[in-house]
Structures are given as structure tokens and as C-alpha cells.
């Protein structure tokens, strides 16, 4: 492969066409193979080799590519990029023509797979120069994407054999791995949308379903719809192939927070097996109601949740954290009128200084409308009066 | 293989990449509207070199604010706006423009209008001194006319700036003076208009158009390494302007340590932190230490914590024999006691004969669309206003907080 001549090349592309070869065909266009190492098929002008041999818009397509190998070779992914673009767009034009067939689906996911990791090399080029807006090629390749997911989406006409619809996920996940990183989540409602109404979503690899849940899990986190994001990311840690470590500690860094939120804290032999001791103080202050660990906790590992996105909704696990405390004031003092004053005297010994007899009764009555304190708090007598039943209801009950 | 008779794409059917700026301006038509997918075809780039592309773009040549032939086209046309005749020629049949006072109008791209003629557009230096001129001179400047018209007029003038920017591809350091003047002007605007008839002053149209400005001048940041001196100011803006707006925060939260720890920055954080808590009292009282402008950003918001606080309270402190002072629950909104009274009573909440609130859960309702006036609670900005005027809201560099 890495010393073929352009011709031989040429001439197992046009086989690989001819005879409908959906995976070789997808081989001799990706950037995992080793034919883009080879010197003599990386040419500057390869567009008339390519008409000798193949038809529109196959020409174009491999000219293009050909003419990409050469820019990665030379390390300009700006370029690499632009000629991708090109791949994709006659790729497309093929594709379509394609009627109630699917064997390109190999090649489609191929060719936009290169498409999304060279944005991403070209963004990141730019950005070294100081060149070009943020975002601006990733978006970009996000809209060729959506152009191919919509021509898988409403083939409508072809058996479930030939359907392109089996292209829907793969497109979607590459989608969703975009809007993540541009922070436009948003645009991943039309996609989930499409796919749930599909008869096929239960029908796709594992791999892609758990791909799939991930970014779906997230999502819901983001939306605050932490029962959901449980169950979708659950599915993906519990179905991600053991061999997996990295993927299913990826998993992990999105489910443990949503677990916590709903009262759920991990073991200490989980967070050491997937490296996460990053987690093991937060987890260890919002049990204890422990506001200042949770806030050292947070501090000394924010570069860390940042970088993954889960800092703000560790920020939630305050007022958990804040309810476990408040538990802990109840358990002491064993009566069911509680002064406000013993909230206060709790808080300060957890170094919370600037919270005020005003905070408290604000932060109680949040506890209680959302659920996780039964009972009043009575201003004129200032206690807090709690149900002389289960007046802290398990947290797992609530959210 | 099948002869494929499919035609050849011609590559002279490509057509010239789009400029930025059009890009943009498709931006946010494009990723407006929940889950509208709009078709649009990849454009086919330019294989030319970058140095040719250089070539293409306008460069304008225009030394005053009008371009000379657009003033006499408009004079003649009869289409000036008052702000830009000549004086004593108002009243005339056809009033004459004057040209130190003319400023270029936004007009729609259209099919066969050619915009990028060099003599009508204005280069960087003379767009600055434009926005100057509406500035100083007109939204701050002493008018006959109700300050709904002086900014129609500054909104639609500088819409015009921006177009100029966008065809000349301006970017970077250029573009940030420019812009934030006009994130100041219209974070003003939202509040100073609060409360107007919709057809004198739509917020939504100054909402999407503010949050245009605001994010081309994030981005303009985030690629030109600094100085910028006004970053600390602009990031804690749009926190405000944003407030709960977890994609602001996250954006937030990866910028450098450095700049996210400035006082600014790190109010603006507290505060939003505090509204994702749910914890009005600290909000309001956070939101003290603001200054105008940030209280100005913040403001539209405000209602929402109001009413969120008598919310939670109202499930907090719901028992029959509940006895809130009306006084206490005045200051934690930082309020008047009849203004509060008024706010309790739009939200079902009761207030009775000794002014004593009577929280309960069942009684809370959202007040129904336009029944609250969030101008009648504008108290917490315009107590910041004091002497400042627009002149200084609008061109201040250094604001200080109170601390």
C-alpha cells in the first residue's frame, strides 16, 4: 500500500466502486490508512489522472483527497480541511445518486470523520497564528454533516437492508462531538429528535449506541434533567466494552456527579480504579454536610472540572450538601422545632462566614420547596418546624 | 461500472467564499429557532492563494460619516432624518443636509446593489469618529426629540457601522472600540427604554442585536491577544446580561485565571452562582455592589428573583399562623414597603391590615403577562445613576464598584 503507483491506486478505487465494495472503498479514502503515507500518490494536480479513470463526481472525489494527502503531508491542515470539504461534497453528490442502496455508508463514515478531526487541526493552527474566528470551521463541518444526515434521514423509500438510515448515529454522534466542543448543545435536539422517532434506534452497534447515550446523557445534564442523564448514562458505562478504560472513565467523570446528586456517593475502590480520586473530597463533604471541604474540594481540583464542564453542576452538590447538614443540626438536637440560630452556629463552624441569619431562612425555604425538607419555617418564633415524620427525605426520592 | 451520464460539476459554478461577516449575520438567523435544521449548501472554497483573497476585499475610502453621493440622493429624495438637516432649512419643502451632521444609514443587501463601492464605505478611523459622533453627540446630547427617536436613530446608524465593518472583513483591535461603545449604548438603551410601547421600543429587537455585538466582541478577545484593557469590564457584562446562562458561565470558566479573578469577574460569577442556587436574598444583596451600568445588564432579570424569592418563600413559610413583617420582607428585596405590598399582591401573595405577609404555597400565582412593570422597580439602578450622564455611561473606561 505504501508504494503503489498512482495508477495501481487509481485502478483499485475504480474496482472498489465497480463491485460496490463499500468497506475497501472506505479504506483506500481514509486518513487511518497507510496509502496516504505514500509519496507517489500524494500529487499536487491529480485532478487528470483521476478523470482518466473514474467518473464524475468519483474523480473529483479522489482528486481531492489526493490533493488533501499531499497538504497533511506538508502539516497544513487548513488546506487538508478545505479539500476534505470537497471529498465530502462529491462524496455526497455519489451518495445520493446511490438509490435504495447503501453500500457507501463505510465510505460516508470514513470521509467525515477525516472531515471533523482536520477542523479540528486547522482550528487549532489558526488559532496559533492568531488567525480566523473561533468555532468557525467546526461549524462549518458541522453543516456538511448535517447535509449527509439529512440525505440518510429521509431515505425513505429504500428496505430496511438498503436503507441509509443506518448512517443516522454515526452522523449524529460526529454531530454531537461538535456542538460539544463549540458549546452549541442546543443543535443536538433535531438530531435526538430524528433518532428517537426512528424504528432503527435500538437496532445500531453497540459501540455507537453507547457513543450515542453518552452525549445524550450529558445533554440531559446540561438540561438539569438529572433522572434522565442517570439512566442514558448509565446504559453507556454499563454497556462500554470492558476493555475500555478510558471511555468508561469518560463515562464516569459525567455519571458520578448526576449519582450524587440524587444521594448516590461512589466507593472509594471505584474512584481508585478509574482514577478519580479528583472526586473522593467532594464526595467525602457533601456526606458529611461539610461546606468548607467542599469548597476546598472544588477549588484545588477546578482546573480538572472545568476542562471536563461538570464545575457547575458540582456547584449544585451545595445544597445536598447544605440539606446533609442541616439533617445532621436535626439529628442533634432531637427535637422537631429547630432555632434558626443552630443553622447558623453550624455554618459558621464550617468556616461559612458571610451567610446570614436572612441566608439561612432563604436557603431553608429553597430546601423546603424543593422537597427536601418537610415542614415551615415560623419567622415570629424563628425555628424551623420539620414533620415529625421522615422530615428529610431520602435524597433519591426527591430530584 | 454503469456509464454515469450525471454532469460535471463546472468549477466556475463556485462561487467566492462568503466573508466572515456574512457569515455571521447568517449565524444567527441559521442557529436561531429550537431544532430548525436550515438547508444550506456547503460553499465550494476558493483555491486561491491567500495573498489573491487579500486583493478582493473592499477597502473603503469614504472620509466623512455619509458617503457624499447617499446624502445628495437622500436629499433629494427627501429622506433625511431630522438630526442630520442643516438648521433653518427644517421646515423647508426639501430641508439641505448637513454634511457634518449626515451620518450613512443601514440599508438591506439587495440583489444588483452593489455595497462594496470604496467611496461609500468608511474606513476603520472614520467609523470610530462616527460612533463618537452619535454618542456625544446625539444620545447624550440635550434633544427636542424623546430619547425613543435619539435611539432609533443611534440603533439604525450604528447597524450601519456594523455593516461597514462586516464588508471591509474589519476584525480584531479595529473592531473593539467600535464595538464596545455600542454593547454600552445598548445595555443602556434596554434599561432606560424599559417599560416603552412596544412600537416605539421593541427589547427583543434590542435584545438580538446586543447579543450579536457582545459575542462578536468575545470572540474579537479571544483571537487578538491583548491588551484589552476593557475585557474584565465586558466578560462581567455579559455574565449579567446572561444571568443563569449556563453556556456564558462554562465560556467563563475557561478563560485564563488571571482575568477570571479580577473583582469584576468574580461579582459577576457570585451573582450567577447565587441565581443557579436559588438564593435571592444573596442575589439582591450581591447585586448591590454593581454599578449603574452592571445594575443596567442585570436589571431585566431582577423581576424574575423578585418573584422567584416570594416563591420559595411562600412554600417555606406556608403554615396558617405565618406572620412575615412586611417591612423585612421590603428589605430583602430592597424595595419600598408599597412597592413590595404591590409586587406580593401580583403575585397572590397576601399582605394583611398590620402589614404582615401571609405566606402560603396554594396562594403563590405567576402574575399573568404584563401585569408587572419592572420599570415601577427600576429603584435599584437609578439609586446608582445619581450624576452620571449617558456621555459617561456610554464612553467610561473605568467604572469603579462600590465596594
Redesign the interface.
Same mark, same amino acid.
Given at each position: 500500500m505504501a508504494h503503489i503507483t498512482i495508477n495501481q491506486y487509481l485502478q483499485q478505487v475504480y474496482e472498489a466502486i465497480d463491485n460496490r465494495e463499500g468497506s475497501f472503498c472506505a479504506e483506500l479514502l481514509s486518513f487511518k490508512h497507510p496509502h496516504v503515507a505514500n509519496p507517489r500518490l500524494q500529487l499536487a494536480s491529480p485532478e487528470d489522472k483521476c478523470q482518466q479513470v473514474l467518473e464524475p463526481p468519483y474523480d473529483e472525489m479522489v482528486a481531492a483527497h489526493l490533493r488533501c494527502t499531499y497538504a497533511v503531508a506538508n502539516h497544513d491542515f487548513v488546506e487538508a480541511y478545505k479539500f476534505q470539504t470537497l471529498v465530502v461534497q462529491s462524496f455526497l453528490k455519489a451518495f445520493q445518486s446511490h438509490k435504495e442502496e447503501n453500500w457507501a455508508l463505510p465510505v460516508m463514515f470514513a470521509v467525515t470523520l477525516d472531515l471533523r478531526i482536520f477542523a479540528n487541526n486547522a482550528e487549532q493552527q489558526l488559532q496559533k497564528k492568531g488567525k480566523g474566528q473561533p468555532s468557525e470551521m467546526l461549524e462549518k463541518a458541522a453543516e456538511q454533516l448535517m447535509s449527509c444526515f439529512r440525505v440518510c434521514a429521509s431515505d425513505n423509500r429504500a428496505g430496511i437492508e438498503d436503507s441509509k438510515k443506518w448512517g443516522m448515529m454515526f452522523l449524529s454522534n460526529q454531530l454531537f462531538k461538535i456542538y460539544f466542543k463549540i458549546n452549541k448543545l442546543h443543535l443536538c435536539k433535531p438530531l435526538i429528535r430524528a433518532i428517537d422517532s426512528s424504528n432503527l434506534k435500538n437496532d445500531y452497534s453497540p459501540a455507537q449506541k453507547v457513543t450515542y447515550k453518552y452525549y445524550v446523557g450529558r445533554k440531559a445534564m446540561f438540561d438539569s434533567d438529572f433522572k434522565l442523564a442517570e439512566e442514558f448514562l448509565s446504559y453507556a458505562f454499563d454497556h462500554c466494552h470492558r476493555s475500555s478504560q478510558k471511555n468508561k472513565r469518560m463515562i464516569l467523570i459525567y455519571l458520578l456527579p448526576v449519582k450524587m446528586l440524587l444521594g448516590h456517593m461512589p466507593t472509594h475502590q471505584l474512584l481508585r480504579k478509574y482514577d478519580l480520586m479528583q472526586f473522593s473530597d467532594v464526595t467525602k463533604a457533601v456526606s458529611e454536610g461539610n461546606l468548607l471541604l467542599l469548597n476546598e474540594a472544588l477549588s484545588k481540583h477546578e482546573t480538572f472540572f472545568i476542562r471536563c464542564g461538570i464545575f457547575l453542576i458540582l456547584e449544585k452538590l451545595k445544597i445536598i450538601t447544605y440539606r446533609n447538614l442541616f439533617k445532621k443540626v436535626y439529628l442533634l438536637l432531637r427535637t422537631h422545632q429547630l432555632p434558626l440560630e443552630a443553622f447558623l452556629v453550624a455554618l459558621r463552624m464550617m468556616k461559612v462566614e458571610d451567610v446570614d441569619i436572612d441566608e439561612v431562612q432563604c436557603i431553608l425555604a429553597n430546601l423546603i420547596y424543593m422537597g427536601h425538607i418537610k415542614g415551615y419555617i415560623s419567622h415570629q418564633h424563628q425555628k424551623l418546624v420539620v414533620s415529625k415524620q421522615n422530615p428529610f427525605p431520602p435524597l433519591s426520592s426527591v430530584s | 461500472?454503469n456509464?454515469?451520464r450525471?454532469?460535471?460539476?463546472s468549477h466556475s459554478q463556485r462561487r467566492g467564499a462568503p466573508s &466572515?461577516g456574512q457569515?455571521r449575520q447568517r449565524?444567527k438567523e441559521q442557529?436561531q429557532g &429550537?431544532? !430548525?435544521?436550515q438547508?444550506?449548501?456547503?460553499d465550494? &472554497?476558493e483555491?486561491k492563494p491567500r495573498q489573491h483573497e487579500e486583493d478582493t476585499v473592499p477597502k473603503g475610502t469614504c472620509q466623512t460619516m455619509c458617503p457624499a453621493q447617499e446624502l445628495r440622493d437622500r436629499e433629494a429624495q427627501n429622506r433625511l432624518h431630522h438630526f442630520e438637516m442643516l438648521p433653518g432649512t427644517e421646515k423647508d419643502r426639501r430641508p439641505k443636509g448637513d454634511p457634518s451632521r449626515a451620518v450613512k444609514e443601514y440599508s438591506r443587501p439587495a440583489a444588483g446593489k452593489d455595497s462594496t463601492k470604496p467611496s461609500d464605505l468608511r474606513p476603520p478611523p472614520v467609523l470610530l469618529k462616527t460612533v463618537n459622533y452619535l454618542i456625544n453627540d446625539i444620545a447624550a446630547a440635550p434633544s427636542l426629540y424623546p430619547w425613543t427617536e435619539v435611539y432609533t436613530f443611534v440603533f439604525d446608524r450604528l447597524r450601519a457601522v456594523k455593516q461597514d465593518m462586516i464588508i471591509q472583513r474589519m476584525s480584531g483591535l479595529d473592531c473593539v472600540g467600535i464595538l464596545e461603545r455600542t454593547v454600552r449604548f445598548l445595555i443602556y438603551a434596554s434599561y432606560r427604554l424599559c417599560g416603552e410601547p412596544l412600537r416605539l421600543y421593541d427589547p427583543r429587537i434590542n435584545d438580538i442585536h446586543l447579543q450579536e455585538y457582545l459575542s462578536w466582541l468575545l470572540?474579537c478577545y479571544?483571537? !487578538?491577544?491583548g491588551p484589552h484593557p476593557n475585557q474584565e469590564e465586558f466578560q462581567s457584562l455579559s455574565l449579567l446580561y446572561n444571568l443563569g446562562s449556563? $453556556?456564558t458561565?462554562?465560556?467563563t470558566?475557561?478563560l485564563p485565571l488571571r482575568l477570571r479573578s479580577t473583582p469584576n469577574i468574580k461579582l459577576a460569577l457570585f451573582i450567577n452562582?447565587a441565581f443557579?442556587? $436559588?438564593?435571592?436574598?444573596?442575589l439582591l444583596r450581591l447585586a448591590q455592589k454593581l454599578n449603574f451600568l452592571q445594575t443596567c445588564a442585570l436589571h431585566r432579570h431582577l423581576m424574575t428573583c423578585r418573584q422567584d424569592?416570594l416563591?420559595?418563600?411562600s412554600?417555606?413559610?406556608?403554615?396558617r399562623?405565618?406572620?412575615?413583617?412586611l417591612d $423585612?420582607l421590603a428589605k430583602?428585596l430592597f424595595l419600598d414597603a408599597s412597592l413590595t405590598a404591590q409586587l406580593c399582591r401580583s403575585c397572590g401573595v397576601e399582605v394583611n391590615k398590620d402589614n404582615q405577609v401571609v405566606f402560603s404555597k396554594a396562594a403563590f400565582t405567576e402574575p399573568g403577562q404584563g401585569t408587572l412593570h419592572c420599570k415601577l422597580y427600576h429603584s435599584i439602578a437609578s439609586e446608582k445613576q445619581r450624576d452620571l450622564t449617558v456621555k459617561n455611561i456610554v464612553q467610561s473606561c473605568v467604572e469603579t464598584n462600590k465596594k
Open positions: - | 461500472m456509464r454515469r450525471s454532469r460535471r460539476i &466572515e457569515w449565524d442557529w &429550537e431544532g !430548525k435544521a438547508v444550506r449548501q456547503a465550494e &472554497e483555491q470572540d479571544m483571537t !487578538k491577544t449556563a $453556556r458561565m462554562q465560556h470558566m475557561q452562582q443557579l442556587e $436559588r438564593n435571592p436574598v444573596r424569592l416563591l420559595v418563600y412554600h417555606g413559610y406556608s403554615s399562623n405565618c406572620r412575615f413583617p $423585612r430583602l
